[in-house]
């Protein structure tokens, strides 16, 4: 039971990155699945977060310019990144809460994390 995480990189301000996260080991629909970032320095913060059938949440900071998306049947989130500037640089971790295991059990699960950075 994991979450697996991949698309970070280097890019240039004003450019564009897609992440991806996927969840192996669940059968069932993951309710809810969404993005965090860690920036040096400072905490962990909410980037986007969709619940499965609502409305997509996201932070100030990157509304309009990212948007978040699911593959409901394959529990895969994404996150399209636009219009990057150095302050989006960070490791994002991809995170799904709550999320019932074949045995029963509920757990919170979190990517590895991948690097974003933009330069200037």
């Known amino acids: 039971v994991q979450l697996q995480a991949s698309g970070g990189g280097l890019v240039q301000a004003g450019g564009s990155l897609r992440l991806s996260c996927a969840a192996s080991g669940i059968r069932l629909s993951i309710n809810t699945m969404g993005w965090y970032r860690q920036a040096p320095g400072k905490q962990r913060e909410l980037v986007a977060e969709m619940v499965r059938g609502g409305s997509p949440n996201y932070a100030d900071s990157v509304k309009g310019r990212f948007t978040i998306s699911r593959d409901i049947a394959r529990n895969t989130v994404y996150l399209q990144m636009d219009s990057l500037n150095p302050e989006d640089t960070a490791i994002y971790y991809c995170?799904?809460?709550?999320?019932?295991?074949?045995?029963?059990?509920?757990?919170?699960?979190w990517g590895q994390g991948t690097l974003v950075t933009v330069s200037s």
């Open positions: 995170y799904a809460p709550r999320v019932l295991t074949a045995s029963g059990r509920f757990l919170d699960l």
